[in-house]
Each structure stands twice: as C-alpha cells, then as structure tokens.
C-alpha cells in the first residue's frame, strides 16, 4: 500500500519560503492518483491548499495561498512538491500530502494520507 511521506517543512520568517516534498514510500504514483496537500493549524479543521492531477495539466488552490504556492509533481521520481512563498504567520500550520483516485480532484476525498510536516512562520 502506497504511504505519502512528507518532508521540508520547518521555520521561516514572514516572507521567506519553503518546499515540501511528498514521496510514495511502499508504492509508486499510480498513473491516475491525484496529489492533493492539506493543512491543519492548532485548533482549527483541516483545510485543502492545492490539488494536482496525474499529468500535471490541471491544478487547483485555495484562495488564500493563489499566487504565493506552486504544486507540481515528478512521476519518474514518484514526488510531489509544494512551492511555497512569501509565507505569512497564517500559514503556520501541520501540512499534509493526499492521494487519491481521479474523483479526488473534485471531492477532495483522499484515500493516502502522510503523516505531516509542521511549517511555522514567525513574525
């Protein structure tokens, strides 16, 4: 069974960046798998950042990180990332990678979850 494993998160000032990498440990990306990452801040529910599909040719973001966050994804090294810039403290949060079958594009329903990489963003 395929396992996202997360990494790269950490410690970064307001404005400063960080790529995450979400790898399939177990397994490979399958042809149709969807990557999706989420994140969680303390106290709060979960909730989706961006989405892409297999060949990278559709993506998706939530409005609060369009034009700060990148994903995109190699399949020949079965890794997906997650550009992200100009980082504010409201990005502090637990990241996750998802995949998930094609109707994950659209229902943000994901059936591989990774454990999580802590980003925090200081003041």
């Known amino acids: 069974q395929v396992q996202p494993v997360e990494s790269g998160g950490g410690l970064v000032q307001t404005g400063g960046s960080l790529r995450l990498s979400c790898a399939a440990s177990?397994?490979?990306?399958?042809?149709?798998?969807?990557v999706g990452w989420f994140r969680q801040a303390p106290g709060k529910e979960r909730e989706f950042v961006a989405a892409?599909?297999?060949?990278?040719?559709?993506?998706k973001y939530a409005d609060s990180v369009k034009g700060r966050f990148t994903i995109s994804r190699d399949n020949a090294k079965n890794t997906a990332y997650l550009q992200m810039n100009n980082l504010k403290p409201e990005d502090t949060a637990v990241y996750y990678c998802?995949?998930?079958?094609?109707?994950?594009?659209?229902?943000?329903?994901?059936?591989?979850w990774g454990q999580g990489t802590q980003v925090t963003v200081s003041s």
């Open positions: 998802a995949l998930g079958p094609p109707s994950s594009y659209r229902s943000y329903e994901y059936n591989y």
């Open positions: 892409i599909t297999w060949g990278g040719t559709s993506t």
């Open positions: 177990g397994g490979t990306f399958s042809s149709t798998y969807v």
